[in-house]
T-cell receptor, first 113, second 117 residues
Framework: AQSVTQLDSHVSVSEGTPVLLRCNYS??????LFWYVQHPNKGLQLLLK??????LVKGINGFEAEFKKSETSFHLTKPSAHMSDAAEYFC???????????FGTGTSLTVIP | GAVVSQHPSRVICKSGTSVKIECRSL??????MFWYRQFPKKSLMLMAT?????????EQGVEKDKFLINHASLTLSTLTVTSAHPEDSSFYIC?????????????FGPGTRLTVT
């Protein structure tokens, strides 16, 4: 069975400080993992993806995530938050055997000026 | 590359009418397309998966007679909400997967905001 848990429904950080959005997954197979960002009333934009290559994945806009199999985690980080990072972030797991995407419930990121 | 479009971006319809939403892969052939529904401040809920030329597979709890999905070509899938009611108001998002993308992921459209009055 596949599932994703985003541990924080809402995260608030000050501009210029680090961002940490947490994600834990459960998968019966070697999964692919993704982070997507959604700005208000917009579609989903892929930030980064892990597909069994390097465990530290670098994405767009300075985001990165580390796949830790022992901890079944795929936390998203950014060294310095920017106002434009305020959005909803979704962690997604997909088993390598199929099409299915399993979405986490999302984390709303607020950046305080 | 890998652009997915949706049309319309917003639609308002009266209760009891039907509305069609189109999802197109602009620069690749989409062997599989997915339709999601997103409620305000909630995650995406997969409604159905459609493969070109075959019937859609609906998730449990999704009424296939109410949400008609057609995937007639490798670049187009349509979702028709029949006899719409106010509770059908939502943000509908499609995504597409190409023959070559493997499990690299799905490419998402920008979404369609449906409001039923």
């Amino acid at each position: 069975a596949q599932s994703v848990t985003q541990l924080d429904s809402h995260v608030s950080v000050s501009e210029g400080t680090p961002v940490l959005l947490r994600c834990n997954y459960s998968s019966s197979y070697s999964p692919s993992l993704f982070w997507y960002v959604q700005h208000p009333n917009k579609g989903l934009q892929l930030l980064l993806k892990y597909t069994s290559a390097a465990t530290l994945v670098k994405g767009i806009n300075g985001f990165e995530a580390e796949f830790k199999k022992s901890e079944t985690s795929f936390h998203l980080t950014k060294p310095s938050a920017h106002m434009s990072d305020a959005a909803e972030y979704f962690c997604v797991v997909s088993p390598n055997t199929g099409n299915q995407f399993y979405f986490g419930t999302g984390t709303s990121l607020t950046v305080i000026p | 590359g890998a652009v997915v479009s949706q049309h319309p971006s917003r639609v308002i319809c009266k209760s009891g009418t039907s509305v069609k939403i189109e999802c197109r892969s602009l620069d690749f052939q989409a062997t599989t397309m997915f339709w999601y529904r997103q409620f305000p401040k909630k995650s995406l809920m997969l409604m159905a998966t459609s493969n070109e030329g075959s019937k859609a597979t609906y998730e449990q709890g999704v009424e296939k007679d109410k949400f008609l999905i057609n995937h007639a070509s490798l670049t187009l899938s349509t979702l028709t909400v029949t006899s719409a009611h106010p509770e059908d108001s939502s943000f509908y998002i499609c995504s597409a997967r190409s023959r070559r993308s493997g499990n690299e992921g799905q490419y998402f459209g920008p979404g369609t905001r449906l409001t039923v009055t």
